[in-house]
């Protein structure tokens, strides 16, 4: 069945056919692609068709797809059980490899997705502090938990308005809504709600508005000013984390959260987020403390082998420099096929993960970003689909190339993109 009769009958059974809504394509137009199989950097359609993935299923293929060494550490722990709802020695292994990769973390508590990491991370940051607000940055996402599904209300230093049907009126007012980049504001809103925030929590590098890159000092000052307030701060590393180097964006620009996020990479692709960081914050999680925070499958032995195997990998190849120069190429190849083809089109990227935002830079937060034109990066997408490629099907996303990617993978993207961008 092809991929437009399976998404048919998929919207006779799962809500717009598909089980999480960027899926659907809308942001882009037409028929989702229904996939059948993935090896290495491409996958294949239910119509039998090969893409080179840059999507990578939003983040955690850093080793692309069906990595065979990945697949056997899963299958091999599959067949001793695939869960147990008790402790097993794996569970510990990986805690211990996050913890000595990224030294903020204290203490560690697995989840089964970053949603569910980022939901504890606050309510033990509300606990420790005893305060109710957050801090949130506007076209940064930390996963659908209600509080932080607000839109900036009106006059940013005011509290949230819900951005989701569903959300109370009172949980979104406990999040403030800031722009990214703007410390002042940040330093204003500490002012105005003295005593009363609990945390700020970041993406560090952003992906989810597309990617938009803190300015020098933006990430130093948001912790000088939790310090300064008595606030944690929450760097949320489920895309960043492992993405960038072997550990996150605070390996990288030396500042110490007091809370991390993670998720995507260190399960392999397999069901997995985490939440961790300071002993005296984390030692208020249930069983120790009075936070409860619970999972059936939380540390759930196949997917703890597979994110184990993962690491494994990182470590013995330690993919990040080529990564970044095979990186590198490509955007070099793409940069210069807009500027022939005269699209105007602006690359933000970090490592391995990059957005081609179709509007003017320098693009440094969501009101930049918004300013893009969506319904060309659509005809970009679609152009490039026809040629064989596969880039997130929306603009404000994140696209990542992979440790499997090769240069005949580049130069086709390259080429493509060229006789895409030509009268988009
Ligand atoms: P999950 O619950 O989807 O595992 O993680 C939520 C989350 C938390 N924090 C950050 C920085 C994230 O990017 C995410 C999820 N990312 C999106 C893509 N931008 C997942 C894709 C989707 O929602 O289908």
Redesign the pocket.
Known sequence: MNSRRLFARAQKSLVGGVN?P??AFKAVGGTPVFVRSGSGPHFTSAEGRRYIDYCGS?GPLIFGHARREIAKAAADALRSGSTFGAATEREVQLAEELKAALPSLGLVRLTS???EA?MSALRVARAFTKRDLVIKFAGC???HTDSLLVAAGSGALTLGAPDSAGVPEAWAKTTITLPYNDLSAVDKAFRKYRGKIAAVIV?PFV??MGVVLPHDGFLEGLRALTKRNKALLIF?E??TGFRLCYGGAQTILGVTPDLT?M??IIGGGLPM?AYGGRKEIMSLVAPLGPVYQAGTLSGNPVAVAAGLETLRLLQKENPYSRLGQITDYLLRGLSEAAEDARARVQINSAGSMFTLFFGKGPICDLAAARKCDTKKYGRFFQRMLKQGVYFPPAQF?AAFVSFAHDKKDLDHTIRAARRALRGL
């Open positions: 999480s960027v899926r939003w997705s970053g949603t980022v996402y930390h996963g993406e992906g989810n949320d489920v895309i996020t998720g995507k987020g996303e």
